[in-house]
């Protein structure tokens, strides 16, 4: 009932404030064209601040001050002063962000938003869907992507299916890999024989822009299995293109595309212990996405049309029993998105997708489903105040219609203080693994979750004085889990004597996150994240596995003479349980990592870093090592 007094409520709000005919404010709401060069990074010595704009609150460019939603968005200078592959170091800096990894760095990654799994986070890259479909869980493996030619993060934190669709449960996260113009690149060496380069390339004229990424890492790593003494490497390169052209003033063409490959070796569960242990096991994994649309921006009226794919495929190998295990998932998706602008500040959203799924396994035969949703948003901006109520429509082949509603509010207090609310619905269908496999069930139905979230902030985020609290609430339902059928005459254990999933749980999740950032002084920003994220299972009042109830990122960049920079980070997670009967412990830990830069020209840059400090022994995953001190070095250019 909640949910409904709060939609109604933004509605209420909303309609006298067109009435008062105010002026409005000179800034992007969604669907406004944010021109090629506005995004561009520019030369190395300066510090921009972090965007205003964000993707995720409805499909189309937002300007955060205009959404009452939870959004932390990042960009290429402060993932560059991060330094690093690893995304998951850069992730940690939004609130309510926690990070489950097996083993070294392209280990499988998992990110949880506001203690949902990591599979109820959305995930998009150039704004293509990128689940690996033949996963029993449909969800993105971090471990296969690397930060070096990341351009902006842009987090959501609660639920959004109501523009997004299936998946967005927990959140939706948008990463960007469009990077400068000119040339850049980027190499770094370090702990375990680390090597990572990184170069990009963007030719850009009146109309027109097309750029190419590469970049590559090969590790030594370490052994994944935290007893175990063999080291588990790693061998990774992704490439990617992207072309834009202007056919005319108001029509824009364009196409994207990725393809990366890696090579893992990996630790498992060996006979006779079958204990988690040193194996000679690897994983190659191939992924490949692409996009191409068309985009029109009218005076009133902003399209976007497009079509996309994404595809992963993993084989996993034994030297001495050749291939024992290969997977296939893949995605094609028609989207449109669209506003259109009307009178006394009303703007209309709308939009829709049909996507195809698909999947196969050396076990299981091919097998898809198809989803198709439409939405409609309705958004006031005007003076201080921005709101939003919208609802959509799916269906699925399997399970039928879902309906999921949404709305936001957001008002300008004065002074730099701005109040907002939001309340979503998301769902995730059952992953083509959970509905065909052999331990599948096709009557399952797709899991449900409620956001609510309300708060104040000041400020933006990476500029001047910021700081923002909020606190939020999920109620999650029909949340899928493999149930046993050892001994079991239930009907639907018929036929599968192993087990099948079913929808069994009910979840919550509640908390607090806070941001805050300010200049100590000229060159010294002091900044960071804190979240209180308090995890149930409704049918057994125990806490979720791998939530940690605390966790913090607190960091500080100094910039002194001749644009020297200095930098520190800091880590700190509580102890969390490692499995669902909450009888395994995982135990806190704090890490804290130091660099520092250097520009030796105003094109060419010296840095490093020294991870884990004071090589802290910790797991994020029961029984898997995590990476102790290390040191690296590195040099950055663009021309």
């Known amino acids: 009932m909640f949910k409904y007094l709060f939609l109604i409520g933004v509605g209420l709000v909303a309609v006298p404030a067109a009435a008062q005919e105010e002026e409005l404010p000179d800034q992007a709401h969604y669907g406004t064209r944010i021109m090629r060069s506005d995004l561009d990074v520019v030369p190395i010595a300066n510090d921009p601040s972090d965007t205003a704009i964000t993707v995720t609150a409805t499909g189309l460019a937002t300007d955060l001050a205009n959404t009452g939603q939870s959004v932390t968005v990042m960009g290429q200078a402060e993932i560059e002063r991060i330094q690093g592959a690893d995304i998951a170091r850069v992730l940690t800096r939004a609130p309510a962000v926690s990070i489950t990894r097996n083993g070294p760095l392209g280990s499988f990654t998992g990110v949880s938003v506001r203690g949902a799994a990591s599979e109820q986070l959305l995930v998009l890259i150039d704004g293509v869907r990128v689940a690996d ?113 202007d056919v005319t003033d108001t029509l824009e063409l364009s196409v994207r595309a990725s393809y990366g490959e890696g090579d893992l070796e990996i630790d498992g569960f060996p006979a006779p212990a079958f204990a988690l242990a040193d194996t000679l096991e690897t994983q190659h994994t191939r992924q490949y996405s692409g996009a191409i649309g068309a985009n029109y921006f ?45 009178i006394g500040g009303l703007t209309l959203a709308f939009g829709g997708e049909h996507q195809w799924s698909s999947y196969e396994t050396r076990y299981d035969d091919r097998e898809s489903a198809r989803i198709t949703g439409g939405y409609l948003q309705a958004g006031w901006v005007l003076g201080g105040l921005a709101a939003h109520v919208g609802a959509r429509v799916d269906d699925h082949e399997l399970f039928g219609s879902e309906v999921s509603f949404g709305g936001d509010v957001s008002y300008a207090i004065g002074g730099g203080w701005r109040v907002k609310g939001s309340v979503g619905e998301g769902f995730k269908a059952p992953t083509l693994f959970q509905l065909f496999s052999d331990f599948g069930n096709e009557a399952l139905r797709p899991e449900r979750s409620t956001s609510y979230d309300l708060g104040f902030e000041l400020g933006r985020r990476g500029q001047g004085t910021h700081f923002a609290l909020t606190a939020y609430r999920r109620d999650s339902e029909d949340l899928i889990a493999f149930v046993s059928c050892f001994g079991s005459t239930a009907p639907f254990c018929a036929g599968r004597p192993f087990g099948t999933y079913d929808n069994v749980n009910r979840a919550s999740a509640q908390g607090i996150e806070i941001e805050a950032g300010f200049e100590v002084t000229s060159g010294l920003r002091v900044a960071g994240s804190y979240a209180l994220v308090d995890t149930e299972d409704r049918a057994t009042g125990r806490d979720l596995a791998r939530r940690p109830r605390h966790a913090a990122t607190l960091w500080a960049d100094w910039t002194g003479p001749a644009g020297l920079t200095l930098g520190a980070d800091l880590r700190l997670v509580s102890e969390s349980f490692d499995d669902a009967a909450n009888t395994v412990r995982l135990d806190g830990y704090e890490l804290v990592d130091v660099r520092a830069s250097v520009p030796v020209t105003d094109r060419i840059e010296l840095f490093g870093r020294v991870e884990n400090v004071f090589d802290r022994n910790y797991q994020t995953a029961a029984g898997y090592a995590s990476p102790g001190r290390g040191a690296f070095v590195g040099v950055r250019g663009r021309m």
Not at 303 to 313: A, F, I, K, P, Q
Request: glycine share 16%; hydrophobic share 40%; aromatic share 6%.
């Open 133 to 245: 479909q033949a996963s029993p869980s449909g969800g993105f493996d971090f471990g296969t992507l690397l930060a070096t030619n990341v351009a902006t993060i842009d987090l959501l934190r609660g639920a959004n299916s109501t523009i997004w669709g299936a998946d967005a449960l927990g959140g939706v996260l948008e990463i960007s890999t469009r990077g400068p113009g000119g040339v850049s690149a980027s190499l770094e060496y370090g702990a375990r024989d680390s090597v990572t380069a990184a170069a990009s390339a963007a030719l850009e004229g009146e109309g027109y822009l097309l750029g190419l990424s590469g970049s590559a890492l090969r590790s030594d790593g370490f052994s994944a299995a935290a007893s175990g003494t063999e080291a588990d490497g790693l061998r990774q390169f992704a490439l990617g293109g992207s072309a834009f052209v």
């Open 298 to 342: 009218g005076q009133d009226l902003t399209l976007r049309v497009s079509y996309s794919l994404s595809d992963t495929e993993r084989e996993n190998a034994d030297p001495a029993l050749g291939p024992i295990f290969a997977s296939d998932g893949h995605t094609d998706s028609l989207t449109l998105r669209g506003e259109y602008r009307a």
